[in-house]
């Protein structure tokens, strides 16, 4: 019987490492045909709402958003920090009120991510964009489990945005994605690259479970790599490399440039629908570069992504046929939301 193997080899980390220096030593080349900042057409009938807007990249793609005219809800866990941007940018346009409001989410609690989406949803009004930003990567913390029960990099940067999308609407390992069995030695790497390729799985499922008629398109977009708030936990010797290469790594200015075109360019949703009749595997994915691009190797394995999807479900309370269910327009029962502190 053929042994299946529990964690990626020196090989496939030597590569990984190998692919990251190539896309720092050559992003700004490659996506030298590009604006900055991207050029945006108005957007006044667009309502969006972005996750993790009170620094970094989310910070970008909510002002800029904002400035084309949209209704931009900033979904944050620090209403404070983002009411005072509002200040900012509304007396950086003399005095002109933009169309943007701050609603309270803190994705370390699904029950949280649940009564935001009540709250949004007891509103009635159509809403046009989601854009899942906000996202941790504790770089040498030692792993935590907040009081969900699981391990926060797969919370902040999966679960809780898997949970707040199904309200709208690698090396996984299926067996452990909370990382508690101890096969494989948790590390913040581990925890956050983790997280993120179970987000592309499981947006590819989704995305291949709405039918075109939904008029939902699922995307996840890459941002380069990018000068934020993502690197406060860096040794501080990484950070000071970080400010010696300031050429190489992008401003959060530069980083919002994938995000914004998913959500707003007319020729996605030409590219969403020939994904749609695309055989498996398929995923929808934006480079920094802003045009489509596949991500990994094991992004692309359709079991895998099978088994992140159930599992993924299940973790956030929902049932197996949730997707196919909301669309018939009945009601699915989510375990959480409905706890009182
Ligand atoms: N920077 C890069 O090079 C890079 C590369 C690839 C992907 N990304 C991804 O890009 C996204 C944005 O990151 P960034 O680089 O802009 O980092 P950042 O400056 O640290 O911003 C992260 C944002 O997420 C919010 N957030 C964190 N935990 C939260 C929680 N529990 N509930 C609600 N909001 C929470 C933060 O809010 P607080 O202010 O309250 O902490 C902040 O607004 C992340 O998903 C990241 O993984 C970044």
Redesign the pocket.
């Known amino acids: 019987m053929v042994k299946k193997k529990q964690a990626l080899g020196w090989i496939e980390w030597l590569i990984g490492w190998m692919h990251v220096t190539y896309e720092l030593l050559f992003q700004r080349t490659k996506t030298s045909h590009l604006q900055n900042p991207l050029e945006l057409p108005p957007l006044n009938d667009l309502t969006c709402i972005v996750?993790?807007?009170?620094?970094?990249?989310?910070?970008?793609i909510a002002r800029q958003l904002a400035e084309a005219g949209a209704h931009v809800v900033m979904?944050?866990?620090?209403r404070k920090?983002a009411n005072e941007l509002i200040d900012q940018w509304c007396s950086s346009w003399a005095g002109i009120l933009l169309n943007v409001e701050v609603m309270e989410?803190?994705?370390?609690?699904l029950d949280?991510v649940v009564g935001f989406a009540n709250t949004w949803n007891a509103r009635l009004k159509p809403l046009h964009v989601l854009i899942?930003?906000?996202?941790?990567?504790s770089i040498g913390e030692t792993q935590k489990f907040p009081k969900d029960g699981f391990e926060e990099h797969l919370?902040?940067?999966h679960l809780?945005p898997a949970l707040l999308s199904m309200h709208y609407v690698g090396f996984v390992d299926t067996e452990d994605m909370n990382t508690v069995s101890g096969k494989r030695k948790y590390s913040s790497l581990l925890g956050?690259t983790n997280s993120?390729l179970a987000q592309v799985m499981f947006s590819s499922v989704l995305h291949k479970r709405l039918p075109v008629e939904s008029g939902v398109n699922v995307m996840c977009v890459?941002?380069?790599?990018?000068?934020?708030?993502?690197?406060?936990d860096l040794p501080r010797i990484v950070q000071a490399a970080y400010h010696l290469i300031p050429y190489f790594?992008?401003s959060?200015q530069e980083?919002s440039r994938s995000a914004l075109f998913a959500a707003t360019d007319p020729q996605i949703s030409e590219y969403y629908e020939s994904l749609k009749i695309d055989e498996w595997p398929v995923c929808s994915f934006i480079s920094q570069g802003c045009h489509p691009t596949n991500p990994s190797k094991e992004a692309h394995s359709v079991e895998t992504s099978f088994k992140v999807w159930e599992k993924t479900l299940e973790m956030i309370g929902l049932p197996s046929d949730a997707v196919e269910r909301l669309i018939e327009g009945k009601e699915v029962r989510c375990r959480y939301g409905t706890r009182k502190d």
């Open positions: 996750t993790g807007t009170t620094s970094g990249i989310g910070k970008e979904a944050v866990r620090n920090t989410l803190d994705l370390l609690s949280s899942n930003n906000a996202g941790i990567f919370q902040v940067n809780a956050y993120k890459s941002p380069g790599i990018v000068h934020t708030n993502v690197a406060r790594v992008f959060p980083g």
